[in-house]
Structures are given as C-alpha cells and as structure tokens.
C-alpha cells in the first residue's frame, strides 16, 4: 500500500509497528514524531522511520493512517489535539493503548469531525521500553485486538487491517467494556501482583544480601515484568481503576482461601489446589503468543567454567542463529549449571539443539 503513515509515540511499540509497516508496505512514507527528541532522532537513525515530523500538526496534517503509540493519558491528550486539526477527509486514526474504554470515549471528539478513529491494542509486549528494543517480529502470533465503535463501516476495519498485516498478528474485535475487563485479568492485575512479590522480597530482605541473590527461577519467572515502566503501567492502572479494584477484592478471597488451607493443614486441599492452577496453565496455548507469550527455550547442561557461555553463543553465531533470550538457571549449587537459551521460532531451537549437539557433548532438552 501506499500513503502516508505518522507514527506518534517511537518507543517500544510504535517503533515496532513502524517497522512491520514498512516491510509489508516498502512504498509507504513513515513519518514520526515522540516528545522526547532523543527517540524520534535514534528512530530515524536505526531506520524504523522515514522522516521526523517537527510536531503532531507537521505530521498529522497529510497522513493518511495515523498510530498513536504514547502512554494511555498521553493518548487521550494526543486526541484532544487531533480533533482540532484539519486533517485528511478519509484519514484512519488507530492507537495502541493497553486500556480502551477511556481511550474510545475521547475519540468522540474525532466523531464528531467525522474523522475514523479505531481502538487497538497488541496484545504483546516486554518490559522493556524506548524504539531501541523495537522488533518487527514483536507481534507475530499474537493477538491484536480491536474496538471499533458501532458506526466504523467494516471497509474501513479491513483497511486498518491490511495496513497492519505485516504484524502477523490475529486482529479481533470486541467492545471497550469487554477489552478493559479481560485485560485487567489478564494482563494489568498480574502486573500489580508481579511489583508486590518484589516489594514484599526487598522488605523482607532488609540489610540480607542473601535473600536478592538466592532469587532464582521462580521469582524471575514470575517478576519479569516488574521491570517494566513504572509511568506507563500507573497510567495503565488510573485507567482500569474499577476493574482492578473488583480483582483486587478477589484476590484478598483467595489468598484468605489459601491461608485457611494453611493454617487447618488442610494436605489433600492444598494439592487441589496447585493441581487445579497447573492443569489450566499447562492447557493454555503454547504457539501462540498474547498473554503468555510462546517461548522457544532450549536448555543446555553446562559446566561451569569461565567462557562456557560464549563458547556457546560463539557457535550459533557460526550458524547464523538468532536468540532473544540467554540466562543462566542459578537454582543448583553443584558444579553443573542450566543454560535457557530463548529463540523467536520453533526450527531456530531445533537448528541450535543440532548445532550444540553436532559442537559440544553437553546435554540439551526443551524442558526442565
Ligand atoms: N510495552 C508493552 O508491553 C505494550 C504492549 C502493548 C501496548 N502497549 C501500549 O502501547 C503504548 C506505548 O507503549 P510502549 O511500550 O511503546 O512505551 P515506550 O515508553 O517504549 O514508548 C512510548 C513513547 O511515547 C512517547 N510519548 C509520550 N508522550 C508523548 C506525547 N505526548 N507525544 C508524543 N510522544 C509521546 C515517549 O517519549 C516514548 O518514546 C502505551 O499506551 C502502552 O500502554 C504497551
Ligand atoms: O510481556 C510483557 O512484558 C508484557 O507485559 C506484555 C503485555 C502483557 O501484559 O501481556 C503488557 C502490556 C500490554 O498492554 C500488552 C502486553
């Protein structure tokens, strides 16, 4: 397709965006435009846009498809300013925002200007920020979802679509109210309990440096996104406020639950329940990404000495094969440690595991 595409907000995602838009569409013009200088400066030097617009007027006037990618409240403001520009008759505005319901609410201002404003949200991410982690194959699997209001004709959603095509994403469309509840459970909740499981450990840690260093694959796992922005995640939660708060009652019953289990020594209910969380988890869709997103972990039995970690990397390189991911499981305390090497695809891992296997006699499993 050809047009003009403004991308306001080049961080993690609007860089992303940018670039799947530009491998599917090589003839289209990316315009950008971020309030912090750095970014559109670095954006425009790794190539993920065209051209640095000087502000939203400079870059919105002429586009045909417009994509904000700003922290929600930003969003809204990032409305407001639009409905008061004239802009292209048949311009597509589309944001990428982790709340809706607020989001979709302002957009009646572009309503009423009879300008097309459709709600977005990919449903995949990092808890890393800034265009510097941007990646083209961020979104591929995952699920990219939609709210478009009642009067958005489907020609303009099959639009919408076709200029995101390059995100292999699987698009779905469903209402604000539906969106913000489901991403509450699934996405903005979890963040909450990951920040108060690293809040309680340091607490608990005090002056004890053993207890951070001791902090191995569980809590890794399951922090991981605490490390993601703190500005973005507290307007995320102002956002969803309600929904949050009716999770958060739902969570104090369940740990209460679990604490009863504990304190009658209740044996037979306490398996229950980790049965019952393990047999849901384990049936959650493994290829595709979204909430849980798909990891294509490789682990590798390694001895533990100096260099062992780039012997390793050295030869995937050889083998021009990409990871994403490398970490060291610091559970065992014998002289043997587990490598988890993350790759993007399945066949990756498998070209890895024959590489590893064909180098070195260390062992290797897709489990552990
Ligand atoms: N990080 C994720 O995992 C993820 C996933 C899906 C959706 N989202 C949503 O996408 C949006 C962007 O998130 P991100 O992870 O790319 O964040 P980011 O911090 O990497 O990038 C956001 C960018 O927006 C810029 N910005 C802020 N206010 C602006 C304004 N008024 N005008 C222009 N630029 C402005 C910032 O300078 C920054 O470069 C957020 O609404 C977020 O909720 C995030
Ligand atoms: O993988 C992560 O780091 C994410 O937190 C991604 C995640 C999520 O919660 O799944 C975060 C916020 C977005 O709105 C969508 C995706």
Known sequence: MKGRVFVIGLGLIGGSLALCIKKEHPEAEIIGFDINREQARLAKM???????????????????????????NDTKSIIQA???????????????????????????????????????HPMAGSHKSGVSAAKEI???????????????????????????????????TISPQEHDYLTGVISHFPHIIAASIVRQTER?????????????????????????????????????????????????EEMNFVKEL?????????????????????????????????FYDLFVDIPDYPGVVSEITGYLAMEKISITNIRILETREDIHGVLVISFQTDEDRQRAEKCILTYTNYTTSIGY
């Not at 993920?48 to 045909?64: K, M, T």
């Not at 505005?93 to 977005?120: H, N, P, Y």
């Open 204 to 252: 608990l840690s005090g002056n004890e440096n053993i207890i951070p260093r001791l902090a191995a694959g569980g809590f890794r796992d399951i922090t991981r996104i605490a490390s993601s922005s703190p500005q973005m995640w507290k307007d995320i939660l102002m956002h969803n406020r309600e929904n949050l708060i009716k999770l958060l009652n739902q969570w104090q």
């Open 82 to 120: 639009l409905s008061k520009l004239t802009l292209k008759p048949d311009v597509l505005i589309t944001d990428t925002g982790s709340t809706k319901q607020k989001i979709v609410e302002m957009a009646t201002k572009l309503k009423e200007r009879g300008i097309t404003f459709i709600g977005g």
């Open 138 to 172: 961020l979104f591929e699997n995952a699920f990219y979802l939609l709210t478009p209001e009642d009067h958005i004709t489907s020609e303009k959603i099959e639009l919408l679509k076709a200029w995101l095509i390059g995100t292999k994403a699987k698009f779905l």
């Open 262 to 294: 504990l304190e009658e020594g209740n044996e037979k209910g306490i398996l229950e329940y980790f049965s019952q969380a393990k047999q849901f988890r384990d049936g959650l869709p493994t290829k595709e990404k979204g909430a849980i997103p798909a």
């Open 46 to 72: 790794l190539g993920v846009i065209d051209e640095i617009a000087e502000n939203i007027p400079d870059g919105a006037q002429e586009s045909d498809l417009i994509i904000i990618s700003a922290p929600v």
